[in-house]
């Protein structure tokens, strides 16, 4: 394949973002990539992206047909904004940390999410370090990263009991899991952690936070039972669609089970409540 694009020369990172670069993927998950090359000046990126497009369209278009569908978004490798040198990175990254924008950081979050998973990964490394030795002293751009964490609420009433959707249903996405891993994303990005897992930024983060480990451990724990549950539900047959594969009625739970969702969703809320405590919101 090399030899076929003509990049022999060319040094570059296959990256992964979003779940796949946390190592949480789902039988649902679709496909969130890029690519990161080395450049030493504007025309070289410029040529070199020119030549990587068509071995990452491929590569897209073969990674559909093996199952893991088309980024409805366009969040891709063979997307030429998500094609770039190591410089450009810096520049696309630089620009979410220097002058943060709600909406553009609510999008761009799942690529602070990559992780190597082919050809150079010196390239990746060199870029987080790059990325973390800035996070950390950008408090207006974590404050932001802590408020779009806290859109998604954990799915509790103000009783303590479910609050569903459409009567019944609740998004084990949206109001389960997703809580859990946007607030490991700031607390990963505020502290320097290299990890890109949500339990392991969460439990990297247990010092920093000052929590003891049985304490972070049931907050890892209930992350754990509700991607369970996600699990189960997407393994049912006829499940197809995004939304219906991340749907549960919890009055089709059992007991054990119910009571298990409740305390995994108020372990969600108190991450959260640290959350809105640390930077004032």
Sequence with gaps: MRKRHGWERIGWCWLAFGS??????TFS?????????????????AASRDTLLGFAREV???????????????????NPELCLSLDEWKAKMGGWLGKPDPKALLDAAICFDFRPLSGDATLAQALREWLL????SRPAFLRL????????RPALGMLGDFATEDVRYINLKLHGVRPFIDAARVFALAFGLAQTGTAERLRAAAAELRMEPPEMAAIVDAFFFIQKLRLRIQARPGTQSQ??????DP???????R?????????ARKLQQRLALDYGL
């Design 20 to 25: 796949e670069g946390r190592l949480e993927q």
């Design 29 to 45: 998950s679709d496909q969130d990539n890029g690519l990161l090359f080395e450049s030493h000046d504007p025309a070289s990126a």
């Design 60 to 78: 897209n278009q073969a990674l559909d047909v093996c199952g893991f569908p088309l980024c409805k978004g366009n969040v891709m490798a063979s």
């Design 133 to 136: 030795a800035r996070t950390r």
């Design 145 to 152: 990263m802590a408020m779009n964490a806290l859109q998604a």
């Design 243 to 248: 939304e219906s594969a991340n749907r549960i």
């Design 251 to 257: 009055g089709m739970l059992n007991d054990f089970e």
């Design 259 to 267: 009571r298990s969702l409740k305390e995994a969703l108020r372990q």
